[in-house]
């Protein structure tokens, strides 16, 4: 059994990357034929093609989009282990990629992200807002935050610290509509839906003595983001059920009010989520540090 083709599959990963042996040469620091004769021979042992090439581009084929998850993880952990045996004053450089929900991002992750990158000057961080899930892996990310119960998968995580939500409304919605006491009373109220809960149009809740009920709210407002939700919150025009992060400062202020105190949704958490390998490139491994440091 002969040993796999690291460099190759490598090579592999960066060709993908930036669309063009030319471009990977250059990255690498290699010739292009000898990017050429890599995908070649990595191509010879897959007995498969991983590009389909033409005078004017190059683009994956179906079996190259398969791999390459595996090349990069390959390229990944190899660039961990390197990063591993330098010297330490050598490590802390280089670019760290991260994915994290928008609202947070906006509210508690940019002043955190502004201090790492004051202790560390060397490392440039591209972070990708969204409240959209992304693939870590098939997209290229070092790490994301993620705010929600994770699915099981082979994705590592660390468990920062519980979100805790809130149902919420006006008082001035509330003096008009009155304040619901029990969930099975929402579908008389005008409701807002964060449409990326796991069934948005159904809410599954948990009250006092462990009891559980299942209802459909009536709904006035659909979003897939929370802090669209909170200017119409504050007007009056209905109730809903968002993250503390988002109406702690409307709570003490008295702009909204907390009903429905007993019930609420699956618990969750505030979690950093990594690819699968335990390997990490030491600058990675600092701003995971300095999340647990401060988001805790």
């Known amino acids: 059994m002969s040993l796999p083709d690291f460099e190759a ?12 042996f030319t471009a990977a040469a250059g990255e690498l620091n290699l010739s292009k034929p000898t990017v050429s004769k890599a995908i070649t021979r990595l191509e010879k042992r897959l007995d498969t093609v991983l590009f389909h ?5 190059i683009s994956l084929s179906s079996a190259g989009h398969a791999l390459l998850p595996h090349a990069r ?34 509210s508690h992750l940019a002043p955190v992200i502004a201090d790492f ?9 591209d972070v990708q807002l969204s409240d959209a899930r992304v693939d870590l892996v098939e997209e290229g990310f070092d790490l ?5 119960a994770l699915p099981d998968s082979s994705l590592r995580a660390i468990a920062l610290r519980p979100i805790h939500r809130h149902f919420v409304a006006s008082p001035a919605y509330l003096d008009r509509k009155g304040t619901p006491r029990h969930p099975s009373e929402l579908s008389e109220h005008d409701c807002f839906i964060y449409s990326n809960l796991p069934t948005p149009e159904t809410w599954h809740l948990t009250g006092p003595d462990g009891e559980k ?22 007007a009056g025009h209905g109730i809903s059920n968002l993250p503390d992060f988002l109406v702690d400062e409307q709570l003490r202020s008295g702009e909204l009010v907390s009903i429905l105190k007993d019930w609420d949704f699956e618990p969750i958490n505030l979690n950093i989520v990594m690819p699968p390998s335990p390997l990490r490139p030491a600058r990675v491994n600092a701003l995971i540090d300095h999340l647990k440091e401060q988001l805790r």
């Not at 599959?9 to 063009?20: N, P, Y």
């Not at 090439?53 to 581009?57: E, N, W």
């Not at 209802?215 to 979003?223: D, F, G, K, L, T």
């Open 73 to 106: 993880q390959i390229a990944l952990d190899g660039e961990a282990a390197m990063d591993a045996a330098r010297d330490t004053t050598h490590l802390l450089r280089g670019q760290v990629r991260m994915a994290a929900p928008l609202s947070y991002g906006l």
């Open 53 to 57: 090439r033409t005078s004017r581009k």
């Open 144 to 148: 994301a935050v993620r705010i929600g």
């Open 117 to 125: 990158m004051s202790k560390y000057p060397e490392i440039a961080i």
């Open 213 to 234: 009920v299942s209802v459909q709210p009536h709904c006035r407002m659909r979003s897939n983001n929370g802090s669209l939700e909170l200017a119409a919150l504050v």
């Open 9 to 20: 599959w490598a090579i592999f990963a960066a060709v993908a990357r930036l669309g063009s």
